[in-house]
């Protein structure tokens, strides 16, 4: 009889590819899989909708809690209560009180019956750890951000950090095993909560999502450098007026298409920077689209973008799905000197480019460099073997079924 794998995300499926990898390669291992998660994006419905009809594992969805903004609001002033004190509120308040669906998913996680129950991101923590213990089952966590330094200072920043540190201090150290996005992240982990070091796994993607050949990585000379940025939501703090900055400087055309939601209207003040500097017609904003088209979508670009900034500690220890969707298109990354990304930047060589964002004229000289057809063709080339041969989710799923098979070896052989 399969072993049972529960899943537990506290956001939709379209907005979760690492859950949905995830459940893809243990159904295909041969682990019997639910997924546990949210409902209630109306932008997402649609896709969400297209994931269930096109899964071949179960889905639970959870619709939006009534009365989550009254619980969450009485759990904050509870905790901000016994902080004041000087107690430590009990992980159901702290839960509660960091935000997001927390007793939806404890109710709707506690009525699935599984061996291992695998939480991804914070308010799913609880809800997987109690299901766990009820059912004696393992718990796994796997920790894409590094959540405790997601604080950027902003208003109740100190309390939701405090919040994490509770629910994360609290349970992690029962998990049969942690996983982690980046090497920093999960030495991050290690160092705050004294747990084992997580083991690494890449937001990689399938070869599937790969176009079917290799790109054709001739490029002709006198054409425009072309630099493509995409998330769901366009950003102020990610780098982008850096990189448009600097795009006025290079003696290269360079463009750049930014895609991704404009609904707080970033994207038009990045136009307007553009139009300010001159460059105004070089700088295009192109709509959303479903996540499993990033990769076609992304190949036929020269650059692709991953200026992350030093906002939260979390955004310095990250290595992003961009960095990885570009590399499977055949397209080199244009990395800014965060440290996790210096430090895979050599890993990656003539496929990366390693650029400060509080230096315009050094990125522009970058730019320029990469524009020389034999060194674009050299960085294309290189990118498109390393997506294909290290980075992408059929090499990188290896270590998650390993890591997930170890941990109920481990466990049978101590009964």
Sequence with gaps: MPRKVCIVGSGSLASNPRLLKEAEALHGAGYD???????YTDALRSA??????SVPWTVRRVPRPRLGRYT????????????????DPPVAIAAEAYGGPARALRRATGRIAADLYIAHYVPSLPAAAAAAHRSGAMLGFDAEDFHAGEGAGGRDDDLRMAMVRRIEGTILPRCAYVTAASPMIGRAYAD????????????VFPMSMAPALAPDVQTEKGGPLRAYWF???IGLDRGLQEFVAAMAR?????????RGSNRWGHGD????MARDLGIGERVNLLPMAPPDEMVRLAA?????????TDVTESRRLCLTNKIFTYLLAGVPVVLSDTPAQSALAPDLGEAAALVSLADPQGMAAALDRLAEPSTLTRSKSVAARLGRQRYNWDEEKKTMLETIASAFDRRDRSR
């Design 192 to 203: 705050r909560y004294g747990i084992a070091s997580p083991t690494t796994i890449l937001n």
């Design 269 to 272: 003040t990045l136009v307007s």
């Design 231 to 233: 998330s769901q939501t």
């Design 72 to 87: 969450s609001r009485a759990a904050t002033i509870a905790a901000r209560m016994l902080g004041r004190m000087g107690i």
């Design 300 to 308: 036929s670009y020269d650059l692709g973008l991953s200026l992350e």
């Design 250 to 258: 290079t003696r290269a055309v360079v463009t750049l298409d930014i």
């Design 33 to 39: 899989v639910t997924a546990v998660a949210c409902d």
């Design 48 to 53: 969400d909708d297209a994931i269930v009809r």
